[in-house]
């Protein structure tokens, strides 16, 4: 086997590890990318899967402290970059998003943790990485990569998502709220959003959506209507997985940007929407 293979054994698992770390598909794709030349370099590797996840882990954790510093001049909400993919089983990021850990809902949770928390975290409770590997990869002590999986834990257990519903479930709810969107039926809207329902839009600044979280299921209904008479219709929109969660992606209609919306339904209503419009997050999206 030459090195070149021997790597891309290990290639689906190592987007798998950067795109969790990083939320960002293209920063995920980097990082694999930069580690190739240094494992072509590399000799005498015994463990070539942890070797690999340890220095993207590394190059991700220097991107993530990056991005820190970007978000606190960014406008509005931040999301992840969606993760698109089809239902076929050749699709080689479909083994990545069958983890629930890679849902947009999840992903927004880890947003909360800071750098080294998220990779302790990730790296431990996700892929089972040994806290002397984490240590090495953050630059810290043993006891500290622990402590900041602890604090992250925290977070994490007290802001989880509902479980994935089906996505048979999924597909019936959105149906029905693509129809009462269309006919206009704000009853029905209204029936299908979950009291808690929560809107976060990401255009980043330059292009239109939700700038603040938008809660409350009365308040989601008004604000899709909103758009409704803004625009004069509803877009088309194309089914797609998004993040293992069932979504719709929409290519650019008059004035109404490209966007990538998913969902999280539970209990048969819709629990939060995610309005992905920032066209520099929708780069590796077909439209």
């Known amino acids: 086997m030459t090195t070149a293979d021997d790597f891309g054994l290990h290639r689906t698992h190592l987007i798998g590890v950067a795109y969790r770390l990083t939320g960002s598909v293209a920063d995920a794709e980097d990082a694999v990318q930069e580690a190739w030349p240094r494992f072509a370099k590399a000799q005498g590797i015994k463990d070539v899967r942890g070797w690999l996840t340890t220095v993207v882990s590394r190059i991700c954790l220097d991107r993530l402290r990056s991005a820190a510093v970007r978000r606190e001049t960014y406008v509005g909400s931040w999301l992840p970059e969606p993760l698109v993919t089809t239902s076929e089983d050749d699709d080689p990021l479909a083994s990545v998003v069958r983890s629930d850990g890679v849902r947009m809902a999840a992903l927004v949770v880890l947003d909360k943790l800071t750098p080294d928390q998220r990779v302790a975290f990730v790296l431990h409770d996700a892929f089972g990485m040994p806290f002397s590997e984490i240590a090495d990869v953050l630059g810290v002590s043993e006891a500290a990569a ?113 966007r990538v919306t998913t969902f999280t339904v539970h209990e048969g209503k819709i629990l939060a929407v995610y309005d992905i419009a920032n066209p520099d997050k929708l780069g590796h999206v077909e439209l």
């Open 146 to 258: 622990r402590q900041h999986a602890s604090r992250a834990r925290k977070t994490v257990t007290g802001s989880a998502p509902p479980p994935r519903a089906a996505l048979a479930e999924q597909q019936e709810v959105l149906e029905k709220f693509v129809q009462a969107m269309s006919s206009g039926d704000v009853e029905a809207v209204l029936g299908l959003l979950h009291p808690d329902a929560v809107m976060i839009g990401d255009g980043g600044g330059k292009v239109r959506t939700a700038v603040q979280t938008v809660t409350g299921a009365d308040k989601v209904a008004r604000f899709f209507f909103g758009l409704l008479r803004k625009y004069g219709f509803f877009p088309a929109m194309t089914p797609a997985l998004v993040n293992g969660d069932l979504g719709m992606v929409m290519a650019a209609q008059g004035e109404m940007a490209a």
